[in-house]
């Protein structure tokens, strides 16, 4: 037999890989993702970047539309759909994170509803579980060609990388496409790929996202419509590998029809995150949680205005090293802003990143009390940091605790409960509890059921906006 090519292994496992091969495992994680994902996207829907970018949407205009989340009665043609909600998704930092570092989850799922509700035959939950996962295993399998790619990124924001190669291979499986066509979805969306991370932190870095997902969309479409490119993108330096200096792209196992297949999110699971900001401010606030509680313990009345210096013992990210943040984007990307609400609060929320909150005397007067240090053991990398805080006081007492593993890591996943608690915190903001209810009952039968188009029909509800009709329905949902 001749061994395939990397490009032409991606391909054919893309057309190839069929809802037989899903275990119950993947499918179980893949679930939690899809809930998370569609409730930070409707807490997304109230933001600043997501109006701008759905004005601008609105501008274009097509024979076919898909649902703008959140909003009734509006449309847009389907890639501006996958990229409005692809940036509601990501808008407050709030979606998943995997190993090696992305997003994985807000560049494909955008994509594949809005492409779904413009198709003849609606797909099926498994058909859309199916895609979904295709997504995530191609983002997954392409980080694993970089070790560059295990660290905390300085150069390309990931999912603007491998998203979008996620969103291409997520929309090409939904639309059917054999082997070739599949390549060249992969080839076009390649073209499409790369952002800097020099926008993290700023209101540009959601539409990384909606990039993603629009252009992986796109990509599919055009290789339907037989638009072709490289058909070795995948093994070339000067392909995908342009984006990792140490890229050493490896073929995928053949997938057969009776072959059993090792999903990468079988042995990695996701991070979920309990507020929104960059997911090393998880390990800073769970380490400061525990010192303020030592703190309090002993002092229970005590004002943390005695507090005089506060050391982070942190992994060196300067995108992350924030001492005076003056954004919300900036505040959800600073080691000290997460580390100081932490101490004063008990807990960061998505309110923390409020102006009334950021602009309060307390904490703008234990920002300058903050000095990070960076020992060399403390690696850039998800799976390998750790925060320590050393809270020493006026009165030369020293408080210190340890975060090695967060609360919501995969080592440490969220439970059920809170994973949908979350998601009602997230979609109260924009759903009548029925229609939650509603979208909480069809994603987690999803593997049963025939139909999934009620999925992006209750994603277009706001109780804010609802129409006479649509209040109706919803009380029958």
Same mark, same amino acid.
């Given at each position: 037999?001749?061994?395939?090519?990397?490009?032409?292994?991606?391909?054919?496992?893309?057309?190839?890989?069929?809802?037989?091969?899903?275990?119950?495992?993947?499918?179980?994680?893949?679930?939690?993702?899809?809930?998370?994902?569609?409730?930070?996207?409707?807490?997304?829907?109230?933001?600043?970047?997501?109006?701008?970018?759905?004005?601008?949407?609105?501008?274009?205009?097509?024979?076919?539309?898909?649902?703008?989340?959140?909003?009734?009665?509006?449309?847009?043609?389907?890639?501006?759909?996958?990229?409005?909600?692809?940036?509601?998704?990501?808008?407050?930092?709030?979606?998943?994170?995997?190993?090696?570092?992305?997003?994985?989850?807000?560049?494909?799922?955008?994509?594949?509803?809005?492409?779904?509700?413009?198709?003849?035959?609606?797909?099926?939950?498994?058909?859309?579980?199916?895609?979904?996962?295709?997504?995530?295993?191609?983002?997954?399998?392409?980080?694993?060609?970089?070790?560059?790619?295990?660290?905390?990124?300085?150069?390309?924001?990931?999912?603007?990388?491998?998203?979008?190669?996620?969103?291409?291979?997520?929309?090409?499986?939904?639309?059917?496409?054999?082997?070739?066509?599949?390549?060249?979805?992969?080839?076009?969306?390649?073209?499409?790929?790369?952002?800097?991370?020099?926008?993290?932190?700023?209101?540009?870095?959601?539409?990384?996202?909606?990039?993603?997902?629009?252009?992986?969309?796109?990509?599919?479409?055009?290789?339907?419509?037989?638009?072709?490119?490289?058909?070795?993108?995948?093994?070339?330096?000067?392909?995908?590998?342009?984006?990792?200096?140490?890229?050493?792209?490896?073929?995928?196992?053949?997938?057969?029809?009776?072959?059993?297949?090792?999903?990468?999110?079988?042995?990695?699971?996701?991070?979920?995150?309990?507020?929104?900001?960059?997911?090393?401010?998880?390990?800073?606030?769970?380490?400061?949680?525990?010192?303020?509680?030592?703190?309090?313990?002993?002092?229970?009345?005590?004002?943390?205005?005695?507090?005089?210096?506060?050391?982070?013992?942190?992994?060196?990210?300067?995108?992350?090293? !924030?001492?005076?943040?003056?954004?919300?984007?900036?505040?959800?990307?600073?080691?000290?802003?997460? !580390?100081?609400?932490?101490?004063?609060?008990?807990?960061?929320?998505?309110?923390?990143?409020?102006?009334?909150?950021?602009?309060?005397?307390?904490?703008?007067?234990?920002?300058?009390?903050?000095?990070?240090?960076?020992?060399?053991?403390?690696?850039?990398?998800?799976?390998?940091?750790?925060?320590?805080?050393?809270?020493?006081?006026?009165?030369?007492?020293?408080?210190?605790?340890?975060?090695?593993?967060?609360?919501?890591?995969?080592?440490?996943?969220?439970?059920?409960?809170?994973?949908?608690?979350?998601?009602?915190?997230?979609?109260?903001?924009?759903?009548?509890?029925?229609?939650?209810?509603?979208?909480?009952?069809?994603?987690?039968?999803?593997?049963?059921?025939?139909?999934?188009?009620?999925?992006?029909?209750?994603?277009?509800?706001?109780?804010?906006?609802?129409?006479?009709?649509?209040?109706?329905?919803?009380?029958?949902?």
């Amino acid at each position: 037999m001749i061994r395939k090519g990397v490009t032409e292994s991606f391909g054919a496992a893309v057309s190839c890989l069929s809802t037989s091969h899903l275990t119950d495992e993947v499918i179980r994680r893949s679930k939690r993702m899809i809930l998370d994902t569609l409730g930070v996207g409707l807490l997304g829907t109230s933001t600043p970047v997501f109006n701008t970018v759905l004005q601008s949407s609105q501008r274009q205009q097509a024979l076919e539309n898909s649902k703008v989340w959140g909003r009734p009665g509006l449309s847009v043609p389907p890639q501006y759909a996958a990229f409005v909600n692809g940036v509601a998704v990501h808008s407050m930092d709030f979606d998943d994170t995997w190993h090696p570092a992305t997003h994985p989850s807000g560049a494909v799922l955008p994509a594949l509803l809005a492409l779904a509700e413009t198709l003849p035959a609606k797909p099926s939950g498994l058909e859309l579980l199916l895609a979904f996962n295709v997504g995530i295993e191609v983002q997954g399998r392409l980080l694993r060609f970089s070790k560059e790619a295990h660290n905390i990124p300085r150069r390309f924001h990931p999912p603007a990388v491998v998203g979008v190669m996620g969103s291409a291979a997520a929309s090409a499986k939904l639309l059917g496409l054999p082997a070739a066509q599949s390549i060249a979805a992969l080839a076009i969306a390649c073209s499409s790929a790369g952002a800097p991370m020099a926008n993290a932190a700023t209101q540009t870095k959601p539409l990384h996202m909606g990039n993603a997902a629009r252009g992986g969309l796109e990509a599919s479409q055009l290789a339907l419509l037989g638009l072709e490119g490289n058909t070795q993108i995948l093994d070339l330096e000067s392909g995908f590998g342009a984006f990792y200096p140490d890229y050493v792209p490896r073929p995928l196992a053949e997938v057969t029809p009776t072959s059993q297949y090792r999903w990468v999110l079988e042995d990695q699971n996701i991070a979920q995150k309990r507020f929104p900001a960059h997911l090393g401010m998880h390990w800073v606030a769970d380490a400061a949680i525990e010192a303020r509680a030592k703190f309090l313990d002993k002092y229970p009345n005590a004002n943390l205005s005695q507090i005089k210096k506060i050391t982070l013992r942190v992994p060196s990210s300067r995108y992350v090293d !924030c001492p005076f943040p003056v954004s919300e984007h900036q505040a959800r990307h600073s080691f000290q802003f997460n !580390c100081c609400t932490a101490l004063l609060d008990g807990q960061v929320t998505v309110e923390s990143f409020s102006k009334s909150q950021m602009n309060r005397s307390a904490l703008k007067e234990m920002l300058p009390k903050v000095e990070l240090e960076n020992p060399q053991d403390n690696h850039s990398s998800f799976e390998k940091m750790y925060c320590e805080i050393a809270v020493e006081t006026t009165q030369g007492e020293m408080f210190t605790a340890r975060c090695n593993t967060f609360y919501g890591h995969w080592r440490k996943p969220l439970s059920h409960e809170d994973l949908v608690k979350k998601f009602k915190a997230n979609a109260s903001t924009v759903l009548t509890a029925d229609v939650m209810e509603g979208i909480i009952y069809t994603v987690d039968r999803l593997d049963t059921n025939q139909d999934c188009s009620m999925l992006w029909s209750y994603m277009h509800f706001n109780k804010h906006m609802m129409h006479r009709d649509e209040r109706r329905f919803s009380a029958l949902a």
